[in-house]
């Protein structure tokens, strides 16, 4: 079966440092990778996807992720965070022919002003 | 621009009650997901619906029961509520015309504590 692991579970930052979230997929075709980001209280909005093309995908607010085949891979990344960036960050996989998502268990993402 | 709407937001429930939670979305998509939030656990699948008149299990669908009433709507029942329900309940859908590509869209959940 299919497994996403993130292998930060929560992070502590200041404002304007740089992000680095991992995401590791365990299935080996062809895979859909997502990135979601819920707010405290309210509902998972999707950040960005990948799903073919360009390995490296921007997203809203500055995020960006980049997908690498040979790590089984899609780590997301933020030059410089800001106070708004604290949310809990989901990793999504969906194998090639299936619609159902795999989610990683979160990160929890803290940043200091 | 509804998108996915759930209802109730917040429930408090005593143990061996019943309740629906309902959810609609207004964006015909084909496929509808229930999935429940635990601290340090992700997101657990408990029942999807492909398209309406079906659905399948999840992960953890013991204790749950659904229904894909028409297109639009798709509800979970929990028969006998237990304290190991006491969680918090998202609703998702998706337009799977492209398989495995396109995004999932989430309801604002509901809050449920089981007494």
């Known amino acids: 079966a299919q497994s996403v692991s993130q292998h930060n579970h929560h992070v502590i930052l200041s404002e304007a440092a740089s992000l680095e979230l991992g995401c590791n997929y365990s299935?080996?075709?062809?895979?859909?990778l997502f990135w979601y980001v819920q707010y405290p209280g309210q509902h998972l909005q999707l950040l960005l996807k990948?799903?073919?093309?360009?390995?490296l995908v921007k997203g809203i607010k500055g995020f960006e992720a980049e997908f690498i085949k040979s790590k089984f891979s899609f780590n997301l990344r933020k030059p410089s965070v800001q106070w708004s960036d604290t949310a809990e960050y989901f990793c999504?996989?969906?194998?090639?022919?299936?619609?159902?998502?795999?989610f990683g268990r979160g990160t929890s993402l803290i940043v200091h002003p | 621009n509804a998108g996915v709407t759930q209802t109730p937001k917040f429930q408090v429930l005593k143990t061996g009650q019943s309740m629906t939670l309902q959810c609609a979305q207004d964006?015909?998509?084909?496929?509808m997901y229930w999935y429940r939030q635990d601290p340090g656990m992700g997101l657990r699948l408990i029942y999807y619906?492909?398209?309406?008149?079906?659905?399948d299990k999840g992960e953890v669908p013991n204790g749950y029961n659904v229904s894909r009433l028409n297109k639009r709507e798709f509800s979970l029942r929990l028969e006998s509520a237990a304290p190991s329900q006491t969680s918090v309940y998202f609703c998702?859908?998706?337009?799977?015309?492209?398989?495995?590509?396109?995004?999932?869209?989430f309801g604002d959940g509901t809050r449920l504590s089981i007494l």
């Open positions: 998702a859908s998706s337009d799977t015309a492209g398989v495995g590509n396109q995004p999932q869209h």
């Open positions: 299935y080996g075709g062809t895979v859909n």
């Open positions: 990948y799903f073919s093309g360009d390995p």
């Open positions: 999504a996989a969906i194998s090639g022919g299936s619609y159902i998502p795999t």
């Open positions: 964006m015909n998509h084909n496929s």
């Open positions: 619906s492909a398209s309406e008149g079906t659905t």
